[in-house]
């Protein structure tokens, strides 16, 4: 049964009973916004499932309240899905012009709890979110009006009408169940002590600057980069043209500042040039400013951006919660009492690609007879195709992203007649790139179309007295293309996978039961397990200690339920490398 959500007059909510099997939606409730919650809760009993438009416009209030929804369907995210996806082409949602569900953007996480605390918010204003149509819709772009239960209805019937309405399914519950956990994750937040954060940085930059000033340590390497160029008092290293310029002078032979190409040169700046770079990365990206802004009361509460990649992979709109270096890992330490379980998926994508294309012998490389998985580099070795583990991960990567040069090309013969399934699998997804044609992932996220601006190169190229400048840049813009769809429905399917899983380790740990002591995470999590970051093919649950080994257990076990969901009884195993550690940092060893 869905229960579909939507913003009614006068601080309302509606709420609406739409039946699995199709029947016609019920008559429309009307409850006052501070009643949603209890509402909410009162219904969920894991049988329903809760729509809306938006993920991020309904739950994190919910979330602030208490209370923990099981399922839920986002069909701002459902409906891109199936706009683009090859297997709904012919259903009326896709053939649809366009409506105010094509222009619907992301809405940015809601305040935490802490921060809500902060401002001295009140709660009837978790509710109020900004204008809405006379008939209590969110306007979408151009004034139009969005109109959910009609939108539900039509995502449903576009599933059933697809060519592959299981995968379909699957895929749209499984996005909708990421966009929880990414709710989840912000509510939650990432354990962070500032004392550690700021002592590293200490360490690295020396005391913290007064505003404007540059950290001393920083201020030193200035000063090194000046003498070894001979250069004025005002030479701004963070300005690359003045920087290179003046390298120039020096007789440095530098074409740009990228760190490989630096460490090629002999120069006495190129050390403490380099240092500097580092550092000041660190000081940029997560220095003090950073600690002010991003971490409050304890916890690191970070953006995602759910299928924000058109692979379907997250992005973040700020915080930069996907590139976490690996110099401030050390300040994420659980709490007194909890545990960090850090896990990750040995070579995903290449496990996929095996799934994908039904490859028996490339599964076999990495299977192992506990069901465990083992290292599937280290069987391609065994299995005779390459010499050398190193040989068989640059053929993989190639084979995936596209490598024609050096020994990826060297190898990719060998990796081709040990699995042909696999790698002719890629090689018909790159040609039909190149073909401007559109590849699907397992589940049925669809690849855009090249453009318009693609279009008008490959056209040029064919014209009557066009040069071989035309030709090359279309056989240029080609191969780019087709690089894409390669790895396009390889990252993809693993990204789905990760949904999957991100799932399953979402009900596992719920279904854990609570704790007898809190801890401080905020309610619903304060006595459970929960998720509280995720980067592509790794997790950390923040988990009591004495659950620490059993939460372990669950996320492999989620890993294989992932599989299963995805490629059946086909024997491709997901093995994960998992740590039970007090301090993020220590879970790489």
Known sequence: MHLVLARGTAGAVGLTTVPDDGAPPG??????????????????????????????????????????????????????????SAFAVGTDLARAPRGPWDGLAPTPPGPSPALLAHAGARPEALFDLGEMTADGERPASGGEELEPVSELRAQLDAVSGSTEPGRLRLLLAAESAGALVAAEIHHAGLPWRTDVHDAILTEALGPRPRPGARPERLEELVRRIREALDAPPTLNPDSHPDLLKAMEYAGVGARSLRKWELEKLDHPVIAPLLEYKSLYRLYTANGWAWLDTWVRDGRFRMEYVVGGVVTGRWASSGGGALQLPKNVRRAVVADPGWRLVVADAAQLEPRVLAGLARDER???????????????????????????????????????????????????????????AAIDLVERAARA????????????????????????????????????????????????????????????TAAEWALCWLASIRRRLWELGETADPGQAPEPFARRPHLVYFLHDEVVVHAPAALADVVADEVRAAATEAGRLLFGSFPVQFPLSVAVVDSYADAKG
């Open 27 to 84: 008559p429309a409730e009307s409850l006052p916004a501070a009643r949603l919650a209890g509402e909410v809760g009162r219904r969920e009993d894991g049988s329903v499932r809760w729509v809306w438009d938006d993920t991020n416009r309904w739950y994190p209030a919910l979330l602030t309240d208490g209370v923990r929804v099981e399922r839920a369907h986002d069909l701002r995210l459902a409906h891109a899905i199936l706009r683009s």
């Open 362 to 420: 490339m599964a076999a490389a990495g299977r192992s007879a506990d069901g465990q998985g083992t290292d599937l580099y280290a069987g391609i070795v065994a299995s005779g195709a390459v010499e050398t583990r190193e040989h068989a991960k640059v053929g993989m990567l190639g084979a995936m992203y596209g490598g024609t040069t050096g020994a990826s090309a060297q190898v990719l013969p060998r990796l081709a007649k040990a699995f042909p």
């Open 433 to 492: 790139g190149e073909r401007g044609e559109v590849v699907t992932t397992w589940l049925g996220r669809s690849s855009p179309p090249p453009g318009e601006a693609w279009a008008q190169v490959q056209g040029l190229a064919f014209e009557e007295g066009s040069g071989a400048d035309a030709a090359s840049r279309a056989r240029s813009q080609t191969r780019a293309w087709g690089r894409f769809t390669r790895n396009f429905v390889v990252q993809g």
